[in-house]
């Protein structure tokens, strides 16, 4: 059981560039996240999806694009990298009620904006 | 945006020694979960709190939830290196299944 998987594990990308960054669930659950992770400034909120065919935007959208492409995918897009872009990105999924169910993370990806 | 904070950000301690992390917001929440995080890996929960003045234990870590349900801390007794890591909180605001995060104490248990 892979959980959530994600994909690539690390970037370097130029500014300017675009790129997908892929998630992949098997647990069956309805709502995924993107998070991205900086020093001091904890997991931050990018866009996030309560089911199958909705996103909403979360604390720090701007500069990207999500899409759920079906129930255990949920991509996130860069169409123009910057360099404050460079972060260690978590996507997350979400099964029942938060009460018994916690968010299980992914491994990450790392990415790199020069 | 209803902002957690968390103190204090570094912690660094000898194995044996207890330590108090804590988690506070001038926000109510719905729930609180506290999640620890190994470097190169996603955070992986530890609890779950619900109700206010709720404490919940776990081996050597005690969870307590603000009676107000604003505030949480994290107690471990006799801390062992297996302990370091980045301990996160994360609050659930009016929005089902929206967590609010942390910025995280990082904790270093030497032997």
């Known amino acids: 059981n892979a959980g959530v998987t994600q994909t690539p594990k690390f970037q370097v990308l130029k500014t300017g560039q675009s790129m997908t960054l892929q998630c992949a669930q098997d647990?069956?659950?309805?709502?995924m996240y993107w998070y991205r992770q900086d020093p001091g400034m904890g997991l931050r909120l990018i866009y996030y999806?309560?089911?199958?065919?909705?996103?909403d935007k979360g604390e720090v959208p701007n500069g990207y694009n999500v899409s759920r492409l079906n129930k255990r995918e949920f991509s996130l897009r860069l169409e123009s990298a910057a360099p404050s872009q460079t972060s260690v990105y978590f996507c997350a999924s979400l099964g029942g009620s938060s009460y018994n169910s916690p968010l299980h993370f992914g491994n990450g990806t790392r990415l790199t904006v020069t | 945006t209803q902002l957690l904070e968390q103190s204090p950000q570094f912690l660094s301690i000898q194995e044996g020694e207890n330590l108090t992390v804590y988690c506070n917001s001038s926000?109510?929440?719905?729930?609180l979960q506290w999640y620890r995080q190994e470097p190169g890996e996603g955070p992986v929960l530890l609890v779950t709190?619900?109700?206010?003045?709720e404490v919940k234990k776990l081996k050597r870590l005690t969870f307590q939830f603000g009676d107000a349900r604003k505030d949480s801390s994290l107690h471990i007794t006799a801390a062992q290196p297996g302990d370091t890591g980045l301990y996160l909180c994360?609050?659930?605001?009016?929005?089902?299944?929206?967590?609010?995060f942390g910025a995280g104490t990082q904790v270093v248990v030497t032997p």
């Open positions: 994360a609050g659930e605001d009016d929005s089902w299944g929206k967590f609010q």
């Open positions: 999806s309560a089911s199958e065919g909705t996103t």
């Open positions: 926000s109510v929440f719905s729930s």
């Open positions: 647990m069956n659950h309805n709502s």
């Open positions: 709190v619900v109700t206010g003045g």
